[in-house]
């Protein structure tokens, strides 16, 4: 009789999580996949067809908790600094989805890589007084194959050969980019005539059908909401794959407490959850482990299970990062926009730049003059504005309501750039348990400490009058900056500011970095706890530096290198990647076809 | 299903027409009543499932909106915020609100008239109609299943 319920016990589902149970299932191992969220996404009987639970409905998903967490039974705390105390905020910190699919399923699934630069930026750059900016324990080059693979695995469109600022690449995207957004082309081109460098964003959703799932309908609910349609990918297609190996066995509703140890303290041998569909008393109950336990709960919660269990050591949650958003919104007129910007529809953000991630003789001149050595923004998003409820709650309350909502000056006669401007890794800034608050199953709170670094409120001061710029010349007939964080009086912000006081930002890294030396890192190059071996990281909180792009396709090639390293599957190849490769064999003509019509 | 006063309705439907003028006229006493009483139902009426307009899971036949299940620990949230809101609502009602009720009204006031219709207001999409906001798309799994 077996003493183990499977090869490998993966916490958490989200695009690291579904990346290494579709590497670690396609090679023949049996994975238990534990999501504390309920299953809204896929049937975990086969043939394993979408739940379809998700809906064009504004209520559900941003009102209603759909997604999770339900901050009434996880609250997370904020505050800035240990002046503030135990905590300034409680309630909804940074909360990425809590459901089978994780962050992937609200995201709209901008998939860039970053650049060669951004794993060695200690060695580019040089230190920052007041970080600790240090190069990653691998380079692009390394896992550059991962990118190619996951890029096939997750069906990513996007245009080879438009981005100057690019990595090498060793092929092109499987899929064409989908339909431009026609006020990004706008913003694009008044980019272009101030010398940026515009391009069509690398998307994980389907332009074309692809993977047995269907285009992109343009429905405009993106962002923040889980795909109708599947055209979005999820990460519902590694899910498929995975349980369609009969080698999967996917668990909603468990919520991981422990990691089961044997005698030495240095080996795990699986963990212990919480059965949540038990109520008002949770069953405990474990999974047994041969192999090793995979953590990829995201760089919040895999933490705060480490810190919880006394593993990983003193730097465990220490290096949160975030991107530092800087957005700068553009009103344009209606008279000259008569169907407005169009937000209502497309994919949110189909157009980026990345010149502030480049060094330039404009961001030398930034840091010079601030006294730092040197200043890198971020990526920047082409986007577009509100949906209503969201709108309507802004303006406030009374008799302008209705000609607000009319004008609509914050949404369909917006467009905003979002700079997703690198963060630079502090030790003061982290993840801990807070003393005071618990979650509904009395465990503690997560908590947030943060604050800027003074090279992101340069880099962010850098970027806002150039984007106004570029926005005026747009066409907008005003244009204005804020950030995420805010600056200013915070308790006007906890109020009336609809991002916040915490930082927005979905883009949670670091917290468990990754390293070759244990005295400065959590865990190994191999994404392993130095302190426990078989405990692997398959998220972003290995992550060295938080670098100026979306994290989740670098994160999920992460973790398909890890897990291609634990199974030793061929790396860039395996069935499953050959299998999205063939299935989208058939995508060719129509993938032509909408090319053809972004070119023209 | 709880019944409530004339009063207690007509004051709630005042505070919701002075946070968002037309409301009351597209549902938002409704919209409110609805969810104050969504525990009352199984599956409670918290998360509208996709249905005739939107795709896929409920029944197209259906004349009436279906509602996804919720776990038991989310029944319990919703219990407890639904609770809570009740007490609000009495609050406002009674003309002794609190400045979190006011807010709340104005939240709630603002998803009545723009939120999906399933839930009790913006009728008949009127809501966007009059902010020219496009009725969200039907996405083809819809249509295929009408």
Redesign the interface.
Same mark, same amino acid.
């Given at each position: 009789m077996s003493t183990t319920d499977c090869d490998v016990v993966i916490v958490g589902s989200g695009p690291g999580g579904s990346t290494a149970a579709e590497v670690l299932c396609g090679a023949g191992w049996s994975v238990v996949l534990l999501e504390k969220g309920?299953n809204?996404l896929v049937s975990t009987t086969p043939p394993h067809e979408?739940?379809?639970?998700?809906?064009?409905?504004?209520?559900?998903a941003h009102?209603?908790?759909?997604l999770g967490p339900?901050p009434?039974?996880e609250p997370r705390t904020y505050r800035r600094s240990v002046e503030d105390g135990d905590h300034l905020l409680v309630g909804e910190v940074n909360n990425l989805p809590s459901t089978v699919g994780g962050g992937g399923v609200h995201a709209d699934a901008k998939l860039p890589r970053f650049r060669e630069e951004d794993f060695r930026l200690r060695s580019e750059r040089g230190p920052v007084e007041g970080a600790d900016v240090r190069d990653w324990p691998l380079t692009y080059d390394e896992l550059e194959p991962h990118y190619a693979v996951v890029e096939q695995l997750f069906g990513v469109a996007g245009e080879t050969g438009t981005n100057p600022f690019a990595a090498p690449r060793s092929s092109p995207y499987p899929l064409p980019p989908g339909d431009d957004m026609p006020m990004a082309l706008v913003t694009s081109a008044a980019a272009e005539r101030a010398g940026l460098h515009p391009y069509r964003a690398p998307t994980g959703i389907n332009s074309v059908p692809a993977d047995g799932r269907?285009a992109c309908?343009?429905?405009?609910?993106c962002g923040g909401y889980g795909c109708?349609?599947q055209a979005k990918n999820d990460p519902i297609a590694a899910l498929q794959r995975a349980l369609r190996t009969g080698n999967c066995d996917l668990r909603a509703?468990s919520y991981v407490t422990g990691i089961v140890l044997d005698g030495t303290g240095r080996r795990a041998t699986g963990v212990r959850y919480l059965d949540? *569909? @038990?109520?008002?008393e949770p069953p405990s109950r474990e999974v047994r482990a041969r192999v090793a336990v995979v953590l990829a709960a995201g760089a919040f919660e895999t933490p705060r299970l480490l810190i919880a269990e006394g593993l990983g050591g003193d730097l465990v949650g220490r290096y949160l990062t975030y991107h530092h958003q800087t957005f700068t919104v553009g009103i344009f007129p209606s008279d000259r926009y008569p169907q407005?910007t169009g937000g209502?529809?497309g994919r949110s953000v189909t157009h980026l730049h990345d010149d502030l991630v480049v060094d330039s003789p404009e961001l030398r001149g930034a840091a010079a003059a601030a006294g730092l050595p040197w200043v890198r923004g971020g990526v920047v998003e082409h986007g577009a504005g509100h949906l209503?409820?969201e709108?309507?709650?802004t303006y406030? *309350? @009374?008799?302008h309501?209705?000609s607000s909502?009319?004008d609509?000056a914050l949404?369909?006669r917006m467009w905003a750039f979002t700079m997703q401007g690198e963060d630079l890794p502090q030790a003061s800034n982290r993840v801990d348990l807070d003393p005071r608050i618990r979650d509904?199953w009395g465990r503690p709170a997560g908590r947030v400490t943060y604050a800027p670094h003074r090279h992101e409120l340069v880099a962010s001061a850098h970027a806002a009058p150039l984007h106004e710029a570029v926005m005026l010349d747009a066409g907008a007939e005003v244009a204005f900056s804020a950030t995420s964080p805010p600056r200013g009086d915070v308790e006007l912000h906890a109020a009336a500011n609809p991002l916040g006081a915490a930082p927005a930002s979905r883009h949670v890294m670091g917290t468990t970095r990754m390293g070759s030396d244990p005295s400065t890192s959590v865990v190994s190059p191999s994404q392993r706890l130095w302190d426990v071996e078989n405990v692997l990281v398959c998220d972003s909180s290995v992550f060295v530096t938080s670098a100026g792009y979306n994290p989740t396709l670098t994160l999920a090639a992460l973790a398909h290198r890890a897990a291609v390293e634990l199974c030793g599957a061929d790396p860039t190849a395996g069935d499953a990647a050959a299998g999205a490769q063939s299935d989208r064999s058939d995508s060719r003509a129509s993938a032509s076809a909408v090319a053809e019509r972004n070119r023209s | 299903m709880t019944v409530r006063t004339r009063a207690w309705r007509s004051a709630v439907a005042a505070a919701l027409e002075?946070?968002?003028?037309?409301s009351v006229d597209l549902g938002a006493l409704v919209y409110v009543e609805r969810l104050l009483d969504a525990l009352e139902h199984d599956p409670p009426h918290?998360?509208?499932?996709?249905g005739v307009w939107?795709?896929?899971?409920g029944d197209p036949g259906a004349d009436a909106p279906q509602w996804?299940e919720l776990?038991?620990?989310?029944r319990?949230?919703w219990s407890?915020?639904v609770g809570e809101w009740r007490l609000a609502y009495d609050r406002v009602a009674a003309g002794l609100p609190e400045a979190d009720d006011?807010r709340l009204v104005?939240?709630h006031?603002?998803?009545a008239?723009?939120?999906?219709p399933?839930?009790g207001g913006n009728a008949g999409g009127g809501?966007?109609v009059?902010?020219?906001?496009?009725e969200?798309?039907h996405?083809?799994?819809r249509g295929d299943a009408t």
């Open positions: 309920r809204h979408p739940l379809r639970h998700f809906a064009n409905d504004e209520i559900a009102r209603r908790h759909l339900d009434l039974l269907p309908t343009d429905c405009g609910f109708p349609v509703e949540l *569909r @038990g109520h008002p407005g209502e529809r209503p409820v709108e309507a709650i406030g *309350r @009374g008799d309501h209705l909502m009319v609509s949404r369909r509904v | 002075d946070a968002v003028p037309g918290i998360w509208a499932a996709p939107s795709g896929g899971f996804l776990g038991p620990w989310e319990q949230a407890q915020r006011l104005h939240e006031a603002c998803e008239t723009y939120g999906d399933a839930y809501g966007w009059r902010i020219g906001f496009p969200p798309l996405p083809p799994a």
